[in-house]
Structures are given as structure tokens and as C-alpha cells.
């Protein structure tokens, strides 16, 4: 095989490691347990339900859709099409505290008697005023139905859904707003856990490249070195 060919393949092979240590991800989600106490013009009513909070980049922010894998609280008649509108707070904390609403669509279809209401997918847009490593935890749902509402709180301190590892606009510097829940740790996440990890790989990735340039380097001057000798002779 010529020099040519086993330079090519070495950097082939350097770039190649790096684009897969450096996919590795910068967000890291969690289905959590929330414990709701809802506070309901009939009384008091609790319900469990796993919550999902997933993020996409939207521009200068991250478009956050939280969901709700089963159904909190009921009603005591037929909620029918489009009678129940949702909203709840997402708790976020870490570098960026404060407190983010999303909403979402009507009841599609109507919803029976004594049943277990379903959430449909609360959005909403969240823009990052500080860099870093920011989670996002369920708050407070609101449930407005035929004129009344109904508020459930989480009351079982439930952990972040989702933490995602975060740059402002303009590189950050900010002072953030809002009343969400601090970080114990003065804002800073303990430095363990996938986005540390996506770090260290990234780090590893560009010594990757490095090595395998430094390999192609070798190989040319070697190649090189080959060819004058073969002149010479």
C-alpha cells in the first residue's frame, strides 16, 4: 500500500473517532413520579403520573414540551370537547433559576364523568439568560373546566425531568428572573453525570484528532523519507 493510501485511511480514522465521541449527548432526561394534591371545587383529590419534559433548540431558546403519561384529577360531570384548558409552571433551576409557563390544547375529545383527566402536551419556550447547566422539574398544574379551577401541587419534591447543559445569547452574563427553586449547590450541578460526561468526551475527541494528526504527519514524512531513499538508490 503506498504512503498516500495509509495517509488517507489514518485520517480517515482520526475524523471518524472524533465526530462519534463528539456526538455524544448535552441533554439528559428522566421520566419522574410527580405526586399531585389538587385542590378541586369538590374537594381535595391526589393522582400520580409520570412526567416527561423533552427540549429542541428553537433559535436563541429550546422549545420545551412537558407530558404527562396518566390522567390527574376528575371532574364530577362530562367534560365535553374543548371544556378543559391546561397549564402548569416548570420549575427550572441550576445556573438559570426562575420559572417557565406552558400551555396546551383543549380536550380533543370529551371526557367522562369520575375519569381520570389527560393532559395533552403542555409547550413552551424557555430562553436561557445564563450559560451552564440548567434542570427543569414539574411545578404546578392548573386545570380550568366549565368556569372553575383546579390547581394541583406537586407534593412529593419531585427531581428534575430533564437537564440540559445550556448557552445564552451573546455568550451569557446575565442576571436571571423569576421565582423558581435554587440550587442548593449555589447553581452549580454536581460534576457528574451524562453532561459532564459529554464533556470529557468531547475533550477526548479533540485529542483524537491530535493523535490521528499527528499519525498522518508521521506517515508522510516517512512516505517522504521512502521516496528519497528510492531516488538515492
Known amino acids: 500500500m503506498s504512503y498516500q493510501k495509509r495517509t488517507a485511511l489514518a485520517l480517515a480514522s482520526a475524523l471518524a473517532g472524533t465526530v462519534v465521541l463528539m ?8 421520566v419522574v413520579d410527580v405526586d399531585y394534591k ?17 427540549s429542541v433548540r428553537s433559535g436563541n ?9 396518566k ?4 371532574s364530577p360531570v362530562e367534560l365535553g ?12 433551576g441550576g445556573a438559570d433559576p426562575g420559572r ?37 422539574t414539574a411545578g404546578v398544574l392548573t386545570i380550568k373546566a366549565l368556569g372553575t379551577t ?7 419534591n419531585p427531581g428534575p425531568s430533564l437537564r440540559l447543559d445550556v448557552t445564552a445569547a451573546g455568550g451569557g452574563g ?16 454536581p460534576k457528574t453525570g451524562p453532561l459532564d460526561s459529554a464533556v470529557a468526551l468531547g475533550t477526548l475527541g479533540g485529542t483524537v484528532l491530535l493523535t490521528g494528526a499527528a499519525g498522518v504527519l508521521w506517515l508522510t514524512r516517512r512516505g517522504q523519507r521512502q521516496e528519497a531513499g528510492a531516488v538515492g538508490r
Do not use: W
Open 150 to 156: 383546579t390547581t394541583c401541587t406537586p407534593a412529593n
Open 71 to 74: 390522567g390527574v384529577s376528575s
Open 61 to 69: 431558546g429550546y422549545r420545551l414540551t412537558m407530558s404527562f403519561q
Open 38 to 54: 389538587c385542590k378541586t371545587p369538590i374537594g381535595d383529590k391526589s393522582a400520580v403520573s409520570p412526567i416527561d419534559i423533552k
Open 174 to 189: 446575565g442576571t436571571a428572573t423569576g421565582g423558581g427553586n435554587d440550587d442548593p449547590a449555589g447553581g452549580q450541578l
Open 81 to 92: 370537547k374543548g371544556a378543559m384548558n391546561p397549564s402548569a409552571v416548570i420549575e427550572v
Open 23 to 30: 456526538a455524544a449527548p448535552a441533554a439528559h432526561a428522566t
Open 100 to 136: 417557565l409557563q406552558v400551555s396546551g390544547p383543549s380536550n380533543s375529545t370529551a371526557i367522562p364523568a369520575n375519569t381520570p383527566i389527560k393532559i395533552s402536551d403542555l409547550s413552551g419556550t424557555y430562553t436561557p439568560k445564563k450559560s451552564g447547566k440548567v434542570d427543569f
